[in-house]
């Protein structure tokens, strides 16, 4: 579903993806794991069209996507939930759903935005007071929500527990199986290694740019080098 070859990304003289190649099938949940700094972040933005790769190519359900705006990728079904949640905290919360249906009109918006109330109480009973006064894990819900708006086919998630309580990570985890049970493909950016190998099928690890390792999320927890530098055991 989604196909990413041999890309690169340069900051001026930072090179920061080097020859990057990764692919996410249909249904599929692919986990992208790695430091500070390895470029995760980069990858997802080339995806979803805010930083221009300096080579490589995207192909998404079967064609070339490069040229593609940001919009228009969210368009196509190609959904960025971003590090940091980027929600707009003088917008309402109906306000930062509404950003997610740009692309649908009429009867479409409403019926969107209303099941997302329906699935998150605790953002309905909010939905016209600012986003500011939501609690860290409900900004997260609101980014999810916002992408969820734009019913994509493949949701791409920036670091999406970070800042969040033991408690609020088990739902969003939940949160996120549910989406793939529902026919989402996924690909999930995380720091947790553990979690991020508990929930996925396959997996890449990024490590200063470059694809150190891929594979089974199995044959990746199983690996020496991998447990000792991300999953904090010593062997
Ligand atoms: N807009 C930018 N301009 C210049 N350099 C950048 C920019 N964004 C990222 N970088 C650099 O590119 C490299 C990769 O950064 P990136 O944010 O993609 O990593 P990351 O794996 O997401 O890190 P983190 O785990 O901290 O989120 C780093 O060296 C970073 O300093
Ligand atoms: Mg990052």
């Not at 930062?96 to 009867?107: D, E, I, K, R, V």
Request: charged residues 20%; proline residues 3%; glycine residues 10%.
């Amino acid at each position: 579903m989604l196909k990413v070859e041999n890309m690169d990304i340069r900051y001026g003289a930072i090179h920061a993806l080097k020859n990057v190649s990764i692919s996410v099938g249909e249904s599929e949940i692919v986990t992208v794991v790695g430091s500070n700094g390895a470029g995760k972040s980069s990858l997802l933005r080339a995806l979803a069209g805010t930083v221009k790769p300096s080579s490589g190519k995207i192909s998404f359900r079967g064609e070339k996507i490069n040229s593609f705006s940001a919009p228009f990728r969210v368009k196509s079904g190609l959904t960025l939930v971003p590090e940091g949640r980027q929600i707009f905290v003088s917008m309402s919360v109906e306000e930062n759903l509404l950003l997610g249906a740009h692309s649908q009109t009429g009867p479409e918006v409403k019926s969107s935005i209303e099941s997302i109330f329906d699935r998150f109480g605790n953002l309905a009973s909010r939905r016209h007071q600012l986003a500011s006064v939501l609690s860290g894990g409900e900004q997260q819900m609101l980014a999810i929500g916002r992408a969820m708006v734009a019913k994509p086919k493949l949701m791409m998630l920036d670091e999406p527990s970070l800042g969040l309580s033991p408690i609020l990570v088990e739902q969003l985890f939940e949160l996120i199986k549910e989406l793939h049970n529902q026919g989402i493909s996924i690909l999930l950016v995380e720091q947790n290694t553990k979690l991020a190998l508990k929930t996925a099928q396959r997996g890449y690890v990024l490590e200063l740019g470059s694809v150190r390792q891929e594979g089974t999320v199995d044959e990746l927890a199983a690996d020496k080098l991998l447990a000792e530098a991300y999953l904090g055991e010593s062997v």
